[in-house]
């Protein structure tokens, strides 16, 4: 065997490689040459969970869960609920964690720079391996593939890199970029070893490993939404066959086929699978589950998703779940895990509101309710803060948590739920509260609760109560609500005797501190609070430093208590405050450290050239050129976030900015100058310290230890640091060295609360990622020693606390701040004295109303001269001025109430007086001639009358046997022809043959004939099954012979769900099947037969011969009325209304069109008065004799406005007023003073009508009286200038000006003339198509009439009409009603000859199994013969009638039957006792079969005779129904004969006749037809239309009969092959199962629980196996292991045996070259060693002798009575000789010894410890 090479051993112990975890595991950072210990803080406990993160939990045992916590990895216990903690490597946080298939490793990748994934073997914890360059920045989900073998990373953004690893190498087998977005999680298929899954932001994406030329490739395939919105993709399952089941964001399922959407999957009527985020994450045992945000996990069954197709348009599938888990009502489910336990149930779950779940999701009903195992805070933690006297801990967050912790026994105490979400806390100081039991804690709403944590153990033990659940409790003391925004920070004075909160409303709110809270005031701040810092005890005064968000800080002294309370508002003006308004230095600072750099390195060349000699000159400009330019100085327009703050010394202190700002503390003051505008204050710190690594990593908190000798700082990237400060150094000047730990997730773990405990013994650390962690400064060894000395104290309650009543609580988010309330109160209060105040007034108004009233009657009362002016009565116009301006201001509050009051009037108006208008008639006078073109009267809205209208409506219902089959003539039909004659064939048809409706009665009757059908249908006459059968078939499983079955093995939950799921199945397929048939059987019902006819060609023959060929008139002997044109009274009626109706609106639109005439003509008016005005100015600038007449104005008639009358004006109204007081006063008569009253009130508006017209007549006087006078006045001026001569310039300019004067006359004066003549031709239009429709609605007139007669005479037949319609449709009902029997009949008929098949063919299957059973018995022939013979069978007693002869039959029988000398009663000798009984069972079985059979037979008679009897009934039905509608037909005959008596007037035009005798028109017309010219065109159209349809069917019918070739000669290919198909099917049966089988029976076949019970037994054998195959193999690996041992030995002792033998030659080789040069000294030597070695031999011969000698000597001391004889003495010869033989030195030559010897030799030197001889060859001698 030849050695191993040293490369095949590094192979063979790569697998045993381990990183040592202290190597990897990140260190905290300390200040290089410092003092700092590197353990400063111990990590102790961690009370937080990020539920926020993907997939933060995995499991690595049955009891041991593992999540990501920061920059830690922490492994909980579910039962012991300790805690395990593993660092991150990097120290820039851990992206996700995934565990191994067989829970021996778990991989975690980090984050950070170029981050690792490291996989540790569990439980050892040790770093198994680390896989380095899957990324840039982090990761964001891995994976292991089933087998172990590969994982899988994806990494964050920059690269998305999704990397295919042999982790057990520590190699990337292939990578690539996954794609441009998130990605939330990639998975290997458990199905296909090369395919894998990915899915994140708006994507989900299926990755195959193909082989291409180049190698092994990553092929990736984007999934396409299509028509789907697209959605983020949390989660999915991979199917068998390759499918993906993917959730939405709206709570539906997406299941994917390739790289498409195959269905969308939700539940019925459209509703979502989830509310909320859905996200599949399992496929077990044909069920998919699913769980949500909404708390609930569902099943789904797999095959009806995995078959799913889309039924509708937005390709959705509606299905219900099979099973349902309601988690919790405030539960949302992001990630679960299963059980690693075989056939386990158990799956954890994580809670994205912070909880843990262990869920049973085995759906049964003895399963486990759901169990919260953990709760943890949700969301970022927004407070925190420690006892002042215990270890105790109070934290609160969004999630409306408020919990209590023991952080030195790492338990929760107490938690408590609120409405809205807590956004900051403070344990009141022991200034403040002795017991250390008040928690204060603000809200998202503004309101600040005071709670009390006490003991509950302790008030029960006074009060000798049981001892209640929980350590610790929270009562409410009080709550407020200072702010209308979220409180964001709290603070006590040190004296404990004020409380001051802030709030995101820019206010702080102080409070006396006492039993109740009571408010002193508030002030306003520029930005909203950061934080709070009350001054420390060295400073003198108590002030308070508030820090905002926005930059500004704000110093407040504290409130006077003494100060009055204000009634208006709790705002404290006069508390004064300074302001800080932060800008920025930091630009500044890097340039003065750039200069001071540069400066530096200056100096230094500047030395070196003096020391090198040169002059410093020389290369200056050169320098100065090669100098690059100072940073500039850089201020942000927007301010930095300010983080956190404290007091330095009096009016200093220390800030930490944020954004651009970051990286320094900055040290500011208060400047002197206050007065500025707080925006446009410049404030700049006047000291800095820079803070190391900070640049882009702000200080969002910091705390001091007790002595302040520490400095706590939480950084914005999750770290916290350490600072040692010396004493009393609040200018940090010591601020240097650092201690610095990654506690908090790097990228969302803002450390925003870092606070000591209240023995500077632990440290609690708080971050935005949900995380809180407990560091102890002792070690957790020495800590745990302290434990016994350590005890935490629960505050005790108060004296009387349990008598107290609980505090009230505000609940209601909308509820009033303090400062709200006490505005609405003093708003109400003002309100109050406002309205107090106005009523003062008005009633003073009143009185000086009425004293002015009364001075108005004295001033009336006295002499007219003496009489007051209403002028001298306005002693001042500016009382006028300030009246109108009120009263515009009353107008515009009045303007809604003026505007309600209008529109309530025009509803009036609509609903009384419109009514009255229709009936007016207005008339509109032409302006040139005396033409008048009047309206028409209408009825109320133009609607018809109301004597049609209500009898259409009683019409409607007065008939119930109105005819069926005609039908009403659509209003539309009657069209008024509008060329001024109707058309002669219109007007007939309106009158008699109108296309009639079906009347409302007949959907009614039709629904009664149908639902008679249906009832007919669903009342079966026979039952498909008898009792008899029923049981017969529940024992058909029996049918088979008796089986020896095995001891039953019991079968797990899962597969007894198993074998219900396959007996679903069945029922399933056999449903399926049952729908194929019936599908089959539709199919054949619906082939056509040898009589079958397309119904297309037999509906369009049908509708040819009803409307094309025999065009009989109505006055023919044969004409016969159609049924389409059959008309009854109440469709007669229906056309009188139509008519009306159509009559009404052709009045209404010419109404329209002459009131918009009459409009026109008021406009028109009012234009031409304007003009004439602008005529008579321009005339008074004329000489008189070039004055052209001015048109008459025209002016308005009474009958043009009657609605006039209608209008009340002011006058009306206060003579209204004043004859109302008149009636009022003189109350002595009823009737006649209301008829007197309404006398009056008509004469005083005619009075005012009148005074109208004559004003308006009275204004066209007074305009020509004044042309007049105009005219006076220049003959006058002419006379007064006729002595003064013009000048010819004034001249020429007069006449332009006549000129122009004259143009503009005449233009007016023709415009005028042309708007005149454009209104008469208007009119005149309007009024000729007025007077043709007036001849219209004559004719229209005449038809009504015509109409109304042919109603009269339908009237009269109408009794009749209806008894015969009752009639028919009697017979129509009972018609349908035997139709319908007639079917049912034949269906059932058809089905008991199914059924009487199948039992025969069962009978057969009986038969066969007997004769199978007995085939092997020697007794065959008998057990034939008792399974043949006739028994009796013993009937029921509740059975009747025809029984008793089936017994007689039966007696006959079996007397029959006793001929047989057959005995059944005992088993034969020599016959299977099991085999006779079996017979025995299908005897009774073929007994009861015959028996069914029998009846059957006889009900299929019976419904046989009763068939025919409904077919003897139907035609009998059909000869009434067909008599009743001759009666029906003839009646309808002689109303039309009536009808055609009616005389009807048409006017005809001579070119319409063309009835002509030798070219002229014969004085008798009464041989000529009236025809339609547009039918006669059809008809002759109709003509050329129907050849070439002759001609098209004739091709048809040549193409039908070439297609009846073609389908049959189709037909017989087809069965040629159907058989061909039926052959091969055969042949696959006979090759598979090796006889013809029933595949409809197969698929039905249900769950086989032998087979199941089998596989479970194999299950466990296999089990059993492969735990000895498991010990087998691990003997087997310690027999390698052992056996690799031996072979190493051996290689190395074969190794040693080769240097030897090498040693050896060498030592031959030397010793043969001394044998040359000694040789006969070596021959004497060897002489002497041969001499020594046969002394030796004696010596061993000798020792040899005494050995059997003292053997001898034992057994006979052994023996009872044996001598002792005295030890032989070696002799002195021989004693020398020996001691001769070892004494040192003698021995010059090596020794050889035989192989026994050198063995012997070995054993004893192994035995005393001496040095082994060197060994040499056995053949040396």
């Not at 589950?289 to 909404?294: A, I, K, L, P, Q």
């Not at 009523?839 to 002499?863: D, F, I, M, P, T």
């Not at 069978?1433 to 017994?1447: F, L, M, P, R």
């Not at 069965?1615 to 055969?1626: G, S």
Request: glycine share 6%; net charge negative.
């Amino acid at each position: 065997m030849e050695p191993p090479t040293e490369e095949d051993s590094d192979n063979q112990l790569f697998a045993e490689k381990y990183y040592e975890s202290e190597t990897l595991h990140s260190r905290p950072f300390v200040t290089p040459d410092s003092d700092i210990p590197e353990n400063l803080l111990h990590l102790w406990h961690s009370f937080g969970y990020d539920s926020g993160r993907r997939a933060n939990l995995q499991l690595l045992d049955e009891t041991t869960l593992i999540f990501i916590a920061g920059n830690i990895l922490v492994l909980i216990d579910t039962e012991t609920k300790d805690q395990k903690y593993l660092r991150s490597c990097s120290g820039g946080g851990i992206g996700c964690v995934a565990s191994y298939s067989s829970k021996e490793y778990f991989a975690v990748a980090e984050k950070g720079n170029l981050p690792d994934i490291v996989v540790y073997e569990y439980p050892s914890l040790r770093p198994y391996r680390v896989l380095r360059g899957g990324t840039e920045c982090a990761y964001s989900f891995v994976d292991f593939n089933l087998d172990g073998s590969l994982l899988a990373s994806v990494g964050c953004a920059p690269d998305y890199m999704l990397t295919l690893w042999d982790w057990r190498q520590e190699q990337v087998l292939l990578s690539c970029k996954a794609i441009s977005q998130e990605v939330y999680r990639v998975s290997f298929s458990p199905y296909e070893l090369d395919s894998l899954t990915s899915s994140g932001s708006q994507h989900i994406k299926f990755w195959k490993m193909a082989s291409t030329f180049t190698g092994l490739k990553l092929q990736g395939q984007i999934g396409r939404f299509g028509k789907t919105p697209a959605t983020d993709v949390e989660g999915y399952v991979e199917f068998p066959d390759g499918k993906v089941l993917s959730g939405a964001s709206w709570g539906n399922l997406l299941l994917w086929d390739g790289s498409t959407i195959k269905v969308e999957i939700c539940r019925k009527e459209g509703k979502s699978c989830h509310v909320g985020i859905s996200q599949p994450f399992a496929l077990e045992d044909e069920l998919v589950m699913t769980m949500g945000s909404d708390g609930v996990i569902r099943g789904w069954d797999f095959e009806s998703i995995n078959t799913a197709i889309g039924n509708d348009s937005h390709n959705r599938f509606e299905m219900e779940p099979i099973n349902e888990m309601m988690v919790g009502h405030n539960v949302s489910l992001t990630f679960a895990v299963k059980s690693s336990l075989p056939d386990s149930f158990t799956w954890f779950a994580q809670d994205s509101r912070g909880a843990i779940w262990k869920l049973d999701l085995s759906f049964l009903s003895l399963a486990p309710d759901p169990e919260c195992l953990f709760c943890f805070h949700a969301g970022p933690i927004k407070g925190l803060d420690v006892s002042k006297h215990s270890f105790l801990m109070a934290t609160t967050s969004l999630d409306r948590l408020i919990k209590v912790f023991d952080f030195l026994t790492k338990k929760e105490l107490t938690s408590s739920t609120y409405n809205q979400g807590g956004t900051t806390i403070c344990w009141a100081p022991p200034s403040v509260d002795q017991t250390g039991g008040l928690i204060i804690t603000g809200f998202e709403d503004g309101v600040v609760r005071l709670l009390e944590l006490y003991d509950p153990h302790k008030l029960a033990e006074v009060h000798h109560e049981r001892r209640p659940i929980g350590e610790a409790k929270l009562r409410l003391k009080q709550a407020f609500k200072p702010h209308n925004e979220p409180v964001t920070a709290v603070a006590f004075d040190l004296n404990g005797i004020i409380l001051a909160t802030g709030s995101s409303d820019c206010t702080v709110f102080f409070f006396v501190v006492g039993e109740k809270y009571s408010p002193i005031g508030f002030v306003s701040v520029p930005g909203p609070v950061q934080a709070l810092e009350w001054s420390p005890h060295f400073h003198t005064e108590n002030r308070l430093l508030v820090l905002c968000q926005s930059g500004h800080v704000v110093e407040v002294p504290c409130p006077d208590l003494n100060t009055p309370e204000s009634t208006k508002t709790f705002r404290l003006f006069d508390l004064p405050s300074r302001v800080f308004r932060f800008r920025s230095i930091k630009s500044q600072i890097k340039r003065n450290m750039e200069i001071a750099k540069r400066q530096a390195v200056k100096e230094q060349k500047k030395k070196e050239k003096e020391a090198s000699g040169k002059k410093p000159g020389q290369l200056e400009p050169e320098q100065k050129e090669e100098e690059e330019e100072l940073p500039p100085i850089y201020i942000p327009q927007k301010l930095s976030p300010l983080f956190c703050g404290f007091y330095s010394q009096p009016n200093q202190f220390w800030l930490s900015m944020g954004g651009f700002d970051a990286g320094f503390l900055y040290h500011c003051k208060f400047s002197e100058e206050q007065d500025q505008d707080l925006n446009q204050q410049q404030d700049e710190p006047f000291g800095f310290i820079p803070v190391e690594n900070a640049e882009d990593d702000p200080i969002c908190t910091i705390t001091f230890s007790a002595n302040r000798q520490l400095m706590l700082c939480g950084m914005h990237s999750g770290f916290i640091r350490v600072y040692p400060l010396q004493p009393n150094d609040y200018i940090l000047s010591s601020m240097k060295a650092y201690w610095a730990l990654s506690v908090h997730d790097n990228q969302y773990g803002h450390l925003q609360h870092v606070k000591w405990s209240h023995d500077d013994q632990f440290v609690l650390t708080a971050g935005d990622d949900g995380n809180i962690f407990s560091f102890s400064v002792c070690p957790p060894s020495e800590l745990q020693e302290k434990l016994e000395t350590m005890t935490v104290k629960v505050p005790s309650p108060r004296l009387g606390f349990e008598n107290e009543e609980l505090a009230f609580d505000i609940e209601d988010p909308a509820a009033y701040s303090i400062e709200t309330a006490k505005q609405k109160l003093e708003e109400d209060r003002l309100r109050k004295e406002a309205e107090q105040r106005v009523s003062g007034k008005r009633k003073k108004l009143a009185e000086l109303k009425h004293r002015y009233q009364e001075v108005l009657k004295v001033n009336q009362s006295l002499s007219e001269h003496v009489h007051l002016t209403p002028e001298e009565f306005q002693l001042n116009q500016r009382f006028s001025e300030l009246v109108e301006k009120v009263k515009v201001d009353v107008r515009k509050q009045m303007s809604w109430p003026l505007e309600r009051c209008t529109i309530a009037l025009n509803k009036l108006q609509e609903g009384y007086r419109d009514h009255l208008e229709t009936s007016m008639v207005v008339g509109v006078l032409a302006i040139s001639t005396n033409d008048i073109l009047s309206t028409y009267p209408l009825s109320h809205s133009g609607e018809p009358s109301a004597h049609f209208d209500q009898h259409s409506i009683n019409g409607s219902f007065d008939n119930d046997a109105s005819g069926d089959l005609g039908a009403s003539a659509p209003a539309e039909k009657l069209e008024l022809s509008k060329g001024g004659e109707v058309s002669s064939l219109e007007a007939n048809q309106a009158g008699t043959n109108m296309p009639v409706t079906k009347s409302p009665e007949q959907p009614r009757q039709d629904s009664n004939i149908s639902q008679s059908v249906q009832d007919a249908s669903a009342a079966p006459a026979f039952k498909s099954k008898t009792e008899p059968e029923e049981d017969l078939l529940e024992d058909e499983e029996d049918l088979c012979p008796p089986m020896a079955r095995p001891t039953g093995v019991k079968l797990t939950a899962q597969q007894e769900e198993r074998l219900r799921k396959a007996d679903d199945r069945a029922v399933k397929a056999q449903a399926v099947i049952e729908e194929r048939k019936q599908k089959w059987a539709e199919l054949f019902l619906e082939m056509p037969g040898e009589t079958w006819e397309d119904p297309h060609c037999v509906e369009a023959i049908k509708i040819a011969r009803e409307n094309i060929g025999d065009l009989k008139l109505k006055s023919d002997g044969d004409y016969v009325v159609p049924k389409h044109l059959r008309m009854n009274a109440q469709q007669k009626r229906a056309q009188l209304v139509g008519l009306e109706t159509k009559i009404c609106q052709e009045k209404s639109e010419m109404n329209k069109r002459i009131i918009a005439l009459r409009d026109s003509k008021i406009s028109l008016m009012f234009q031409l008065h304007c003009q004439a005005a602008e005529a008579s100015e321009i005339q008074m600038h004329l000489a008189a004799n070039l004055h052209c007449s001015i048109p008459t104005v025209p002016t308005l008639i009474p009958k043009e406005i009657p609605d006039k009358k209608f209008q009340c004006t002011h006058a009306t109204l206060q003579q209204y007023r004043v004859l109302k007081d008149k009636r009022s006063k003189m109350r002595t008569g009823e009737e006649e003073e209301d008829s007197k009253f309404l006398e009056q009130l008509e004469e005083a508006m005619r009075g005012q009508e009148e005074e109208h017209h004559g004003t308006m007549k009275g204004g066209t006087l007074g305009q020509t009286a004044f042309v007049l006078t105009l005219e006076e006045k220049e003959e006058e001026q002419t006379l007064l200038n006729q002595g003064i001569r013009q000048s010819e310039l004034e001249e020429m300019v007069l006449r332009e000006e006549d000129l122009k004067l004259l143009h503009q006359q005449k233009l007016l004066l023709e415009e005028m003339e042309r708007s005149v003549r454009h209104f008469d031709t208007e009119h005149q239009l309007l009024r000729n198509e007025n007077l043709r429709l007036s001849m219209q609605l004559n004719m229209a007139d005449l038809e009504q009439l015509m109409l109304f007669q042919e109603l009269l005479i339908l009237e009269e037949s109408k009794t009749k009409r209806d008894a015969l319609q009752k009639k028919l449709n009697a017979c129509i009902k009972e018609e349908n009603s035997i139709v319908s029997k007639l079917e049912e009949g034949n269906q059932q008929l058809e089905l008991k000859r199914a059924e009487i098949l199948n039992l025969q063919e069962r009978e057969t299957a009986l038969v066969a199994a007997m004769q199978s059973s007995v085939n092997t018995s020697k007794l065959k022939d008998l057990l034939t013969k008792v399974f043949w013979k006739k028994i009796k069978h013993v009937k029921n007693k509740g059975q009747a009638g025809d029984e008793d002869d089936s017994d007689e039959e039966d007696d006959s029988d079996e007397s029959d039957s006793d001929e047989d000398d057959v005995d059944d009663s005992v088993c034969p000798p020599g016959c299977d006792p099991d085999l006779f009984e079996y017979v025995l069972k299908l005897r009774k079985r073929r007994f009861d079969l015959e028996e069914i059979l029998a009846e059957k037979k006889r009900s299929c008679d019976t419904l046989k005779r009763n068939c025919d009897l409904l077919s003897e009934k139907e035609k009998l039905s059909k000869n009434s129904l067909k008599a009743v509608e001759d009666d029906l037909e003839l009646l309808y005959k002689e109303d039309q004969l009536k009808m055609n008596s009616l005389d009807i007037m048409i006017p005809l035009h001579l070119n319409q006749i063309a009835f002509e005798t030798n070219g002229l028109v014969p004085s008798d017309l009464s041989q000529a037809v009236l025809l339609n010219r547009a039918e006669r065109r059809q008809l002759q159209e109709c003509i050329d239309q129907q050849q070439v349809r002759n001609k098209e069917q004739r091709d048809l019918n040549n193409k039908a009969r070439q297609q009846v070739v073609r389908l049959t000669r189709d037909i017989k290919d087809k069965r040629i092959k159907l058989q061909e198909v039926k052959q091969e099917c055969e042949q696959s049966m006979m090759r598979k199962f090796g006889k013809l089988v029933n595949m409809d029976a197969m698929m039905t076949i249900g769950g086989n629980r032998r087979l199941e019970e089998l596989k479970q037994e194999k299950q466990l054998k296999e089990a059993e196996h492969s735990k000895e195959i498991k010990q087998s193999v691990d003997k087997l690996d310690e027999a390698r292991q052992a056996l690799n041992e031996i072979i190493i030995h051996n290689t190395k002792l074969l190794c040693q045996k080769r240097s030897f033998i090498d040693q050896s030659r060498e030592l031959e080789q030397k010793i043969n070259l001394r044998q040359k040069k000694l040789g006969r000294q070596l021959q004497d030597q060897w002489r002497i060693a041969d001499q020594e070695v046969q002394k030796l031999q004696q010596l061993v011969r000798m020792q040899s002798e005494k050995a059997d000698a003292l053997r001898k000597e034992i057994s006979l001391l052994g023996q009872k009575g044996g001598h002792i004889l005295p030890p032989e003495h070696m002799l002195p010869s021989q004693s020398s000789s020996k001691r001769q033989l070892w004494t040192p030195g003698r021995i010059q030559q090596p020794q050889s010894f035989t192989g026994t010897s050198r063995k012997r030799l070995a054993k004893s030197s192994a035995h005393t410890g001496t040095t082994k001889l060197p060994v040499l060859p056995a053949n040396k001698s």
